[in-house]
């Protein structure tokens, strides 16, 4: 079978096309960002053992196991980072919190940032690599999340402070800006059932989905700076009620980001 036949049988068996790129290509042991190679040996034959690789990584794509979880990789905000079952598969669209907070953040001086729920470290190496000057901390609960959140540091050479606790029990200090991307799924959301290869505690909160929303709300503003902001991910239909609660506790310009489909993502408010 050629790499041409085989790209199309995997789109016939319902992958997206990049999918079926990147597969191929780590099957054969390219780099993942190689994908003119394909076009240049699509009429390579591919040997038996290449073949068995690739049939055992399409049937895991297919059952739905995260591409990020197969090859180990997953670029976020242009960082390459490892990525396993220990934490979320990054998702484009927290690049709008990214975005957002890097409007906040000052390019040329020092800032105090803390990323709640680091998981992978995305957000957190974002904004360090993006604002060299800020003292960036990350939080996670799980130590194996923190452990790999360091691992990406430490080879991305970008230096972040992590630390074990719950949202912001055991942080001390304060700080210009909290940013994160908390569980915000219903306990009995049905879509739980497609993410069954990722960690649930990194994605279910509670029977609305909003326990941890507001755990973190109620304890940020005691590590915050006079005017510092809070910035919340949040599902696709939960911006009103985070603008909500953010106005019952006292923040101040509540307001949300739209993501590039449109979707209210991501809710954010200052301390009074």
Request: contains cysteine.
């Amino acid at each position: 079978m050629t790499l041409a036949e085989s790209l199309r049988r995997a789109q016939g068996m319902g992958l997206e096309r990049i999918d079926a790129q990147l597969l191929h290509l780590f099957a054969l042991g390219r780099p993942l960002h190689d994908r003119a190679w394909l076009i240049a040996h699509d009429s390579d034959e591919l040997d038996g053992p290449v073949l068995d690789r690739l049939e055992a990584l399409l049937q895991r794509r297919i059952a739905g196991e995260p591409l990020a979880y197969i090859t180990g990789h997953k670029e976020f905000f242009g960082l390459p980072l490892e990525i396993d079952v220990r934490v979320l598969d990054p998702r484009p669209d927290t690049e709008t919190l990214v975005e957002w907070a890097l409007e906040l953040m000052p390019q040329n001086a020092p800032c105090d940032l803390i990323d709640l729920g680091t998981g992978s470290g995305a957000i957190a190496l974002a904004l360090k690599h993006q604002r060299p000057l800020a003292c960036v901390s990350a939080v996670d609960a799980s130590a194996d999340a923190l452990a790999l959140a360091q691992t990406n540091a430490e080879r991305l050479q970008l230096p972040v402070h992590f630390i074990a606790s719950h949202w912001l029990q055991d942080v001390q200090g304060l700080f210009d800006l909290i940013v994160s991307n908390p569980p915000y799924i219903r306990a009995d959301d049905p879509h739980l059932a497609a993410l069954r290869h990722e960690p649930l505690q990194a994605l279910a909160s509670g029977p609305e989905g909003l326990d941890d929303i507001r755990t973190i709300i109620d304890q940020a503003p005691d590590r915050l700076k006079p005017g510092g902001w809070l910035l919340l991910e949040h599902g696709y239909d939960q911006a009103e009620q985070v603008r909500e609660l953010l106005k019952q506790s006292g923040w101040i310009n509540v307001q949300s980001r739209r993501d590039l489909a449109g979707i209210e993502r991501c809710t954010g408010a200052q301390k009074a």
